[in-house]
T-cell receptor, first 116, second 113 residues
Framework: DAGITQSPRHKVTETGTPVTLRCHQT?????MYWYRQDPGHGLRLIHY???????DKGEVSDGYSVSRSKTEDFLLTLESATSSQTSVYFC???????????????FGPGTRLLVL | GENVEQHPSTLSVQEGDSAVIKCTYS??????FPWYKQELGKGPQLIID?????GEKKDQRIAVTLNKTAKHFSLHITETQPEDSAVYFC????????????FGDGTTLTVKP
């Protein structure tokens, strides 16, 4: 398995509070992503990063911000959490593993967030 | 932007039968088509992918076919086993960057023993 960890794995918070989710990789891959997964919607891209301090928006970026100060860490922040942000959040990385020779995407284990 | 539609949303088969999941995409510039398997409580895991320079790819019991003209691709699982039960997602992207994929909504596959 690719070396991707997410923290926390579960979080319950209240509407209006800030929340930060962390993704950490040990693969030294350039690209990192945050997706959210909701029933009936598959996975939707929130933000992604193509290098340290280089980030861009995905299709559902409103209400979210990201930061990447180190290659291995990509943070997702909900500035003021809302109930519509209750979801499962997945971090992903993409790169070219030695045993494949082609760029591939790997997902972390997910963070389950409940906003009350 | 890209739009990916996946069918069926649920699929139930008997152990040993074959399962087929189909996806269509809208962006003719998409050239990378991965399939992911997601087990309960886990992140999606890549099981097979295909790039637009080939029409078919096989890995043991799993195969993927791509029809670029019709803009659809399919996942075929033969000799299904109970451990194949999971949610399967297709995706499409313009791959210079495998990660900026647009995903289908998923198919829940149940293999009955």
């Amino acid at each position: 398995d690719a070396g991707i960890t997410q923290s926390p794995r579960h979080k319950v918070t209240e509407t209006g509070t800030p929340v930060t989710l962390r993704c950490h990789q040990t693969e030294n891959h350039r690209y990192m992503y945050w997706y959210r997964q909701d029933p009936g919607h598959g996975l939707r891209l929130i933000h992604y990063s193509y290098g340290v301090k280089d980030t861009d928006k995905g299709e559902v970026s409103d209400g979210y911000s990201v930061s990447r100060s180190k290659t291995e860490d990509f943070l997702l922040t909900l500035e003021s959490a809302t109930s519509s942000q209750t979801s499962v959040y997945f971090c992903a990385i993409s790169g070219t593993p030695r045993d494949r020779g082609e760029e591939t995407q790997y997902f972390g284990p997910g963070t389950r967030l409940l906003v009350l | 932007g890209e739009n990916v539609e996946q069918h069926p949303s649920t699929l139930s088969v008997q152990e040993g039968d074959s399962a087929v999941i189909k996806c269509t995409y809208s962006d003719s510039a998409s050239n990378y088509f991965p399939w992911y398997k997601q087990e309960l409580g886990k992140g999606p895991q890549l099981i097979i992918d295909i790039r637009s320079n080939v029409g078919e790819k096989k890995d043991q019991r799993i195969a993927v076919t791509l029809n670029k003209t019709a803009k659809h691709f399919s996942l075929h699982i033969t000799e299904t086993q109970p451990e194949d039960s999971a949610v399967y997602f297709c995706a499409a992207s313009r791959n210079t960057n495998a990660g900026k994929s647009t995903f289908g909504d998923g198919t829940t596959l149940t293999v009955k023993p």
